[in-house]
Protein backbone atom coordinates (compact mmCIF):
# COMPACT_ATOMS: atom_id res chain seq x y z
CA UNK A 1 0.00 0.00 0.00
CA UNK A 2 2.66 2.44 0.97
CA UNK A 3 4.66 2.22 -2.20
CA UNK A 4 1.83 2.95 -4.72
CA UNK A 5 0.81 5.70 -2.80
CA UNK A 6 4.16 6.83 -2.74
CA UNK A 7 3.88 6.46 -6.71
CA UNK A 8 0.52 7.79 -7.28
CA UNK A 9 0.19 10.77 -4.61
CA UNK A 10 4.16 11.95 -5.41
CA UNK A 11 4.28 15.21 -2.82
CA UNK A 12 0.71 14.65 -1.85
CA UNK A 13 0.59 11.57 0.56
CA UNK A 14 1.28 13.45 3.43
CA UNK A 15 -1.71 15.17 3.36
CA UNK A 16 -3.88 11.98 3.77
CA UNK A 17 -5.44 11.88 6.97
CA UNK A 18 -5.83 7.68 6.71
CA UNK A 19 -4.81 5.16 4.97
CA UNK A 20 -7.04 2.43 5.29
CA UNK A 21 -5.26 -0.68 4.92
CA UNK A 22 -6.08 -4.68 5.31
CA UNK A 23 -5.54 -4.81 8.54
CA UNK A 24 -8.08 -2.10 10.13
CA UNK A 25 -10.91 -4.07 8.00
CA UNK A 26 -13.29 -6.12 9.07
CA UNK A 27 -13.16 -10.07 8.01
CA UNK A 28 -16.94 -10.90 6.84
CA UNK A 29 -15.99 -14.98 6.97
CA UNK A 30 -17.16 -14.95 3.35
CA UNK A 31 -15.11 -15.31 0.16
CA UNK A 32 -15.38 -13.36 -3.19
CA UNK A 33 -17.80 -14.91 -6.07
CA UNK A 34 -15.48 -14.75 -8.39
CA UNK A 35 -11.84 -15.70 -6.32
CA UNK A 36 -13.13 -18.64 -3.75
CA UNK A 37 -10.11 -18.65 -1.82
CA UNK A 38 -9.88 -14.56 -1.14
CA UNK A 39 -11.74 -13.36 1.82
CA UNK A 40 -14.45 -10.48 1.35
CA UNK A 41 -13.21 -7.80 3.79
CA UNK A 42 -15.25 -4.54 4.70
CA UNK A 43 -14.51 -1.39 5.76
CA UNK A 44 -17.29 -0.14 8.21
CA UNK A 45 -17.23 4.30 7.49
CA UNK A 46 -19.14 4.40 10.83
CA UNK A 47 -15.72 3.40 12.71
CA UNK A 48 -14.09 6.39 10.92
CA UNK A 49 -16.51 8.82 11.54
CA UNK A 50 -16.85 7.64 15.60
CA UNK A 51 -12.80 7.58 15.65
CA UNK A 52 -12.87 4.02 16.80
CA UNK A 53 -9.00 3.31 15.61
CA UNK A 54 -6.01 4.61 18.30
CA UNK A 55 -4.49 5.40 14.88
CA UNK A 56 -6.50 8.41 13.73
CA UNK A 57 -5.06 11.57 13.68
CA UNK A 58 -8.21 13.44 14.69
CA UNK A 59 -10.97 13.48 17.13
CA UNK A 60 -15.05 11.97 16.96
CA UNK A 61 -17.56 13.83 15.54
CA UNK A 62 -15.40 15.75 13.09
CA UNK A 63 -15.92 13.66 9.71
CA UNK A 64 -19.45 12.14 8.85
CA UNK A 65 -21.06 10.50 6.12
CA UNK A 66 -21.91 14.34 4.35
CA UNK A 67 -18.13 15.30 3.86
CA UNK A 68 -16.01 11.51 3.72
CA UNK A 69 -15.60 9.37 0.10
CA UNK A 70 -14.18 6.14 0.34
CA UNK A 71 -12.10 5.31 -2.93
CA UNK A 72 -11.63 1.44 -3.59
CA UNK A 73 -11.38 -0.97 -6.69
CA UNK A 74 -13.43 -3.42 -4.80
CA UNK A 75 -17.15 -2.63 -4.45
CA UNK A 76 -17.57 -5.17 -1.70
CA UNK A 77 -15.62 -3.27 0.61
CA UNK A 78 -18.55 -0.68 1.54
CA UNK A 79 -21.50 -3.10 1.64
CA UNK A 80 -22.15 -1.81 5.11
CA UNK A 81 -21.84 1.73 3.89
CA UNK A 82 -24.41 4.60 3.88
CA UNK A 83 -25.42 4.56 0.06
CA UNK A 84 -23.73 7.27 -2.19
CA UNK A 85 -20.31 7.36 0.14
CA UNK A 86 -18.09 5.30 -1.80
CA UNK A 87 -16.90 5.27 -5.93
CA UNK A 88 -15.00 2.45 -7.00
CA UNK A 89 -12.72 3.07 -10.14
CA UNK A 90 -12.22 0.83 -12.74
CA UNK A 91 -9.89 -1.98 -12.12
CA UNK A 92 -6.38 -0.49 -13.06
CA UNK A 93 -4.36 -2.90 -15.88
CA UNK A 94 -0.72 -2.58 -15.99
CA UNK A 95 0.44 -1.83 -20.04
CA UNK A 96 -2.76 -0.45 -20.54
CA UNK A 97 -1.60 3.08 -22.12
CA UNK A 98 -4.74 4.33 -22.60
CA UNK A 99 -6.01 3.86 -19.56
CA UNK A 100 -6.15 7.59 -17.75
CA UNK A 101 -8.74 7.21 -15.57
CA UNK A 102 -6.49 8.39 -12.44
CA UNK A 103 -4.15 10.24 -14.26
CA UNK A 104 -3.72 14.67 -14.41
CA UNK A 105 -7.42 15.50 -15.60
CA UNK A 106 -8.48 11.78 -16.21
CA UNK A 107 -11.78 11.26 -14.48
CA UNK A 108 -10.80 10.43 -11.75
CA UNK A 109 -9.32 13.54 -10.94
CA UNK A 110 -12.39 15.78 -12.77
CA UNK A 111 -14.96 14.27 -10.19
CA UNK A 112 -12.68 15.12 -6.93
CA UNK A 113 -12.40 18.32 -8.24
CA UNK A 114 -16.33 18.84 -8.44
CA UNK A 115 -16.59 17.31 -5.29
CA UNK A 116 -14.51 19.74 -3.49
CA UNK A 117 -17.32 22.77 -3.90
CA UNK A 118 -20.06 19.99 -3.25
CA UNK A 119 -22.34 20.36 -0.32
CA UNK A 120 -22.14 17.11 0.68
CA UNK A 121 -20.63 13.81 -0.47
CA UNK A 122 -23.67 11.68 -1.13
CA UNK A 123 -25.55 14.00 -3.27
CA UNK A 124 -22.47 14.82 -5.59
CA UNK A 125 -21.70 11.41 -5.76
CA UNK A 126 -25.14 10.11 -7.11
CA UNK A 127 -25.57 13.58 -9.27
CA UNK A 128 -22.02 12.39 -10.65
CA UNK A 129 -22.09 9.23 -11.53
CA UNK A 130 -18.36 8.61 -11.94
CA UNK A 131 -17.46 5.49 -14.69
CA UNK A 132 -16.44 2.60 -12.65
CA UNK A 133 -17.88 -0.44 -11.22
CA UNK A 134 -21.35 -0.14 -9.66
CA UNK A 135 -21.90 0.03 -6.13
CA UNK A 136 -23.59 -3.22 -4.82
CA UNK A 137 -27.13 -2.19 -4.21
CA UNK A 138 -29.94 -4.92 -4.43
CA UNK A 139 -30.23 -4.68 -7.66
CA UNK A 140 -27.19 -6.59 -8.09
CA UNK A 141 -27.14 -9.84 -9.83
CA UNK A 142 -25.63 -11.21 -6.96
CA UNK A 143 -27.89 -9.04 -4.38
CA UNK A 144 -28.81 -12.77 -2.28
CA UNK A 145 -25.25 -13.32 -1.45
CA UNK A 146 -24.57 -9.72 -0.83
CA UNK A 147 -27.12 -9.49 1.99
CA UNK A 148 -25.91 -12.55 3.49
CA UNK A 149 -22.88 -11.02 4.18
CA UNK A 150 -24.35 -7.95 5.46
CA UNK A 151 -26.74 -9.83 7.66
CA UNK A 152 -23.83 -11.52 9.46
CA UNK A 153 -21.82 -9.10 10.17
CA UNK A 154 -24.42 -7.06 11.30
CA UNK A 155 -22.10 -3.61 12.00
Given at each position: ?103 PKGDMQK ?25 ITASHRD ?13
Amino acid sequence: MDAILDNVMVGLRRKLLFVWDQQKCVDSGFKCLEKKEKPIFLKPMKKIWENKYDLLPFRGGKFSESNTLMIDDEPHIALINPPNTAVFPPIFKVGNGKDTFLGPKGDMQKFLDGLVDADDVPTYVKEHPLIGQPAITASHRDWDYYAKIIRFVGI
